[in-house]
């Protein structure tokens, strides 16, 4: 979705610059995927699904979560309400 360039590397990012900006196809190409990526992995849905799992990991790993049960049985956050 884009060119990388060594951080202190001025030459090379403006290389990269030129690159993008020298082929409108590419340009657009590139901006689509950047956009498609972003919704796909930074949306509110994605973002909180992420969370869920990292907690439920957790929960399920945890002595006290697994004496109280109903911990485990609480249904899942909804998160299809369109966030």
Known sequence: TGFLAPLTD???FAKGLNW???DGERRQYLSNASR???ENEFSYRA???RFEE???GLLDKS???KKDS???DRP???LNNGL
């Open 76 to 78: 899942s956050s909804n």
């Open 47 to 49: 973002v909180g699904q």
């Open 54 to 56: 990292f907690y439920r």
């Open 36 to 38: 498609q990526r972003a």
């Open 10 to 12: 001025a030459a090379e």
């Open 63 to 65: 002595p006290v979560a």
């Open 20 to 22: 993008v900006l020298e």
């Open 70 to 72: 109903t911990v485990m």
